[in-house]
Nanobody, 125 residues
Framework: QVQLVESGGGLVQPGGSLRLSCAAS????????MGWFRQAPGKEREFVAG???????TYADSVKGRFTISRDNAKNTVYLQMNGLKPEDAAVYYC???????????????????WGQGTQVTVSS
């Protein structure tokens, strides 16, 4: 099994930055696609960013140019650097692992096998 533990959320002013981390257990991390999703109150969970096992990144249009996803396989950790945060970015952010991923990053929730507990990101002045 894979356990995902997220951290790094908090309160930030518009235009500020946060770096989310997701630490994964297990030995399958290096071969798994990893994704970040977010869900605001009353809204459905949406894809934010993903990184394949081979290191290729995919981003939602709403965060392109502002967010950067990366992974450190030696530390079994995936990161989401969020810059230029906007109030619309406020949500609970979840990391997920797609153990059976292909070369392409999955942008829907269904393919992901494991999920973290979520970390709250609040953007307010």
């Amino acid at each position: 099994q894979v356990q995902l533990v997220e951290s790094g959320g908090g309160l930030v002013q518009p235009g500020g930055s946060l770096r989310l981390s997701c630490a994964a257990s297990g030995r399958t991390f290096s071969s798994s696609g990893m994704g970040w999703f977010r869900q605001a109150p009353g809204k459905e969970r949406e894809f934010v960013a993903g990184i394949s096992w081979s290191g290729f990144n995919t981003y939602a249009d709403s965060v392109k140019g502002r967010f950067t996803i990366s992974r450190d396989n030696a530390k079994n950790t995936v990161y989401l650097q969020m810059n230029g945060l906007k109030p619309e970015d406020a949500a609970v952010y979840y990391c997920a692992a797609d153990v059976d991923s292909s070369l392409r990053v999955a942008v829907q929730s269904t393919p992901y096998d494991y999920w973290g507990q979520g970390t709250q990101v609040t953007v307010s002045s």
